[in-house]
């Protein structure tokens, strides 16, 4: 695995095998929307944010890049774009050189060298009134390339302020086989993201797709649920307050 960034390892084989299979499917219970993401579509979008992050925000291998986001596809872009340049994810702004958060976060966002809003919209539309010295990241990646080239990474490159590149995605694959997770599942997720390994690179490792809900309160109508389940052929599910789902194995 040498020299592979996180995108490259747990992306770049999804892309070879069928780059127009969905990804991820997100549901925003809170507006209601849904958006599917194609392999390629998501490989787009990180590395348009990859260009952005390199090109315009002069982010190298080894910098920080403060992702303070909820689970969205947006969010998707975004950690795989930072790790595809070579970024370091890590939650914490003071410091970083780049901070990606909602407009509602700006305040927590204090102390990276550079701060953009997304804007978490369901087609991926930019902020209309963004705070000053704040720039906004839906409108500044459209306009960076589909493709990326990365800088070859040493295997002791680190990924997030805890672990290495390679250790990250190893987590991830070990993750995959625990839960017994292969390219012919998808997942419902309601919890939260994180990166280590977290459900989104864990539904990667596996080759499978993920289903990601978020605004959703499983228990107020579990008929609901079940049905979105049958309609986008749920296999497993993922998520601390979860019903009972037909026809769907519970993970924890």
């Known amino acids: 695995m040498r020299g592979l960034t996180v995108t490259e390892a747990l992306l770049g084989p999804l892309l070879r095998e069928d780059a127009a299979r969905p990804r991820i499917t997100h549901y925003d219970d809170a507006t209601g929307g849904r958006v599917e993401l194609s392999g390629a579509t998501l490989a787009n979008w990180a590395a348009k944010t990859a260009n952005w992050l390199r090109d315009e ?78 720039r906004d990241y839906a409108s500044e990646v459209r306009g960076h390339g589909d493709e990326f080239a990365a800088a070859p990474l040493p295997d002791t490159a680190p990924a997030t302020p805890d672990a290495t590149v390679e250790q990250l995605v190893d987590a991830a694959r070990r993750r995959a086989t625990e839960l017994g997770l292969g390219p012919e599942d998808r997942v419902l997720c309601t919890d939260s993201w994180s990166w280590d390994p977290g459900p989104l ?29 049958d309609q986008e052929r749920v296999t497993v599910a993922l998520g601390s307050d979860l019903p009972p789902l037909d026809g769907v194995r519970p993970l924890r």
């Open 57 to 134: 925000l002069d982010v190298a291998p080894g910098d920080g890049v403060a992702v303070l986001l909820p689970a969205h596809w947006q969010t998707a872009g975004v950690l795989l774009g930072a790790w595809w340049c070579g970024g370091v994810v890590t939650p914490e702004a003071d410091g970083a050189e780049v901070a990606l958060c909602g407009v509602e976060r700006v305040a927590d966002a204090e102390g990276a060298g550079e701060l953009a809003a997304v804007s978490l919209d369901a087609l991926g539309a930019g902020v209309p009134v963004l705070p000053p010295g704040v």
């Open 201 to 229: 690179l864990t539904v990667l490792a596996a080759g499978a797709s993920l289903v990601q809900c978020t605004g959703t309160d499983p228990a107020a109508n579990p008929a609901a649920l079940q049905r979105r389940c």
